[in-house]
């Protein structure tokens, strides 16, 4: 949704009242006028509608036994986290950035494990290029220059999440279903994945049917 200037003749006496609010609400002068206006002439801000898509994620998430959800670290991420059933029981990060503005991507999904192990770095990382790789060959096709919007480094893994295809699969409450079924797909073919890590060769095989059951029951993003 785009932004403009525009200048207001207001009371200084609302004026300095608008300030009290915002200052409580953490927010500035001209975001929280924007939130009244919009309020009123019931028209959805991107804030809003960020603030829908948490607050069913968070729904969708609360009897996860895999994924705990945290408060919200700003008004525009969401953290997760999830714990590996392997040495030391070592966490695993979602974090979910969404964007305030309209265009090709919801957001971004930024997957980390802080570690000075090497040897669980480097499983980790072998992961993502496992997942980078079969996503490639099973929907590469469909982005821009045939690969999945995706960057890999040590122990992290970040991924751009695009709206979906089809108009009807981008309200607030499709968007949060098709971005959990996406954490929720990603941290159990992780686990499975250490699971077996001393056996990749039948473990790809399963993590390739699971994917495929995903990509068929699942909004695609």
Known sequence: ME?????????????QAVDRLACA???SRSGLINQILADYLSCTTPEERIREIFGRMEQMLTDSENIQVRSPES??????????????HPTVRYALE?????GAAVGELRISLRTQNRQ???????????????????IGSRFPGG?????????????????????????SERIAEAICAYIREF???LKRYFSS?????????VLERSYRDYLNSSILI
Not at 3 to 14: F, H, I, K, Q, T
Not at 98 to 102: A, G, H, I, M, P
């Open 3 to 15: 932004r403009n200037v525009y200048s207001l003749v207001l009371l200084e006496d609302v004026v």
């Open 25 to 27: 609400r953490g927010t």
């Open 75 to 88: 008004g525009t991420r969401l953290t997760m986290r999830s714990t590996l059933r392997y040495r030391y």
């Open 98 to 102: 969404l964007s305030r503005r309209e």
């Open 120 to 138: 669980l770095e480097t499983l980790l990382t072998a992961f993502f290029k496992f997942r980078e790789h079969m996503e490639n060959r099973w």
């Open 147 to 171: 690969r999945v919007p995706c960057e890999i480094g040590p122990g992290r893994y970040c991924r751009t999440l695009p709206y979906p295809a089809s108009e009807e699969d981008r309200t």
């Open 187 to 189: 941290d159990r073919e």
């Open 197 to 205: 890590s001393d056996n990749p060769a039948p473990t790809g095989a």
